[in-house]
Structures are given as C-alpha cells and as structure tokens.
C-alpha cells in the first residue's frame, strides 16, 4: 500500500518543478516582447518644453542632444538634463518626463543674473549661486563686484577664482543668497571684497554695509532689514548717507549718518 503513495509523491514534485520552469520562461518571453516593443515602437517625434522665457522650443530641444527618432525609453534623462544646464548658462534646473507615445516633456527653470565680476578687462555675469552666464559691457547694471577676478571664465560653469580667494567668493555667495532671500538684493548697487576678513556693500547708494566675512548672513541681512524698516525709511531723507557697520563684538549694528557739508 505505501510503494503507490511513493510513486504519486515523485509524480507530483516532478510536475511542480515543470509548471514553475514555464512560468519563468513565460515571464521571460513576456519582458523581451514588451522590450522589444518599447524600443521598435516608441520614438521621439516631439518636445514640449515648459517654464521657458528666453530661450525657444528648439534651442532647448537641440541643447539636449536628444533628436526625432530616437528611442523615448533609452533617453538618459540625468545625462540630458546636464547637456540641458552645461549648453544653457541660463538654465537653473531642469526636469525630463516622457509621455506616451513619442513626446519628451523637457520642463526648465531660468535663472537671472545677480552681479557683474571682472576677469581682465571683460565684465562678466553671475548668478546669486555663482553660475557664470555671459559678459556684458554694461556692468553698472548689475551689482558690481571688486577685489575679486575670475579665472577662465566659462558660461553654464561655476565662478572660479584664485585659490586663496575662494573663501571670499564663497562668502560673496552666501551674501547674495541671503539678501535675495530678504528681497533686497535689487538695491544693492555694489559689493567689495578687497579685504579678506570684510565686505563692504553699497546699498542703494545711501548706506555703506561692512559685514565680516565670516559672517551669518541670513542673521545680519534681517538686522540690515530691521534697521531700514525702523531708522533710514523712517527718518533719512533721500539724500542722506552714512554707514551701517555690523562688525562690532557687541553683536549689535552700529549706524552713523554723515554731518552734511
């Protein structure tokens, strides 16, 4: 009575093992026709390009290196986005989405320029993150940097500047992210940063600021808020001036106005 049972066990586990390699190589079959039909079917035949200002539909379709008639599934979106913000200085961020059935969705965020720096006797443009977009020969227009000079300058790339003013370019930075986040980067006409441990801007062309180096920025740019809410909107006419220095040990800014002549 037990050799029969014996003979069904072995029937039963050899059928198992039959049906679990057919659902493998179902699977298999499956993902190779599904892959073989996303790269044959779907191709590029359009862009939609969103968040674009000043460059067109077609520079930023030809910036990402990606053509018609390429696959929509092998498009390496990492690898494009970097072909999208290397190309196009003014690009910020980029974003690539595909849709079905042969449209790449290319969504981009531009950015402005913050200042003008020199390098040599041109007058280049950078963001407040220290991108270089392009020269300009109206540098006034801008917030114009001293005691810094960039080294080979290269639109879409970083600002880079001597070794031993790296330090200063990165406070720089820090200043100007602060100060755009406050909203008050738009009336500052200048920043110097000749001495290494000091920047002294120009506000409006009211208030000399001097603020060290080595700074907390976000705090000292709501103090420089303060003051204007409370003594200079108040109480200075248009055409008074003077300094507002937060380099004291006190912690607190010290404003002074200059005696008319």
């Known amino acids: 009575m037990a050799r029969p049972r014996k003979r069904r066990r072995r029937r039963s586990r050899g059928g198992g093992r ?17 892959g073989a039909g996303c790269i044959v079917f779907f191709k590029v035949n359009q862009f939609e390009v969103e968040g674009n200002q ?9 910036a990402s290196g990606v053509s018609k008639g390429d696959n929509l599934f092998l498009v390496n979106k990492t690898e494009t986005a970097r072909k999208l913000l290397d190309e196009l200085a003014y690009v910020r961020s980029v974003n690539i989405k595909r849709k079905l059935p042969d449209t ?8 402005n320029a913050a200042a003008a720096i020199q390098s040599g006797k041109e007058w280049w443009l950078v963001n407040e993150e220290g991108k270089v977009l392009d020269t300009t020969k109206k540098p006034k227009e801008f917030i ?28 720089l930075l820090r200043l100007l992210k602060a100060m755009k986040g406050r909203e008050l980067l738009e009336d500052v006409r200048s920043v110097d940063c000749t001495d290494s441990k000091l920047l002294v801007m120009d506000y ?13 920025f976000d705090y000292q740019v709501k103090m420089l808020e303060a003051v204007l809410e409370k003594y200079v909107d108040v109480n200075w006419s248009k055409d008074d001036k003077g300094t507002l220095d937060m380099t004291y040990a006190d912690g607190h800014p010290h404003l002074t106005k ?3 002549s």
């Open 258 to 260: 200059n005696k008319k």
């Open 104 to 111: 790449l969705v290319i969504t981009v965020a531009e950015t």
């Open 204 to 216: 409006r062309g009211q208030l000399t600021v001097k603020i060290l180096a080595d700074a907390d």
């Open 18 to 34: 039959f049906l679990s390699l057919y659902l493998v190589l179902a699977v298999v079959v499956t993902a190779v026709v599904i």
């Open 54 to 62: 000043r460059y067109s539909t077609e520079e930023i379709a030809k």
């Open 144 to 171: 114009q940097i001293t005691g810094l000079e960039l080294v080979s300058p290269e639109a879409g790339q970083s600002m880079k500047v001597k070794s031993e003013d790296k330090t200063m370019r990165d406070s």
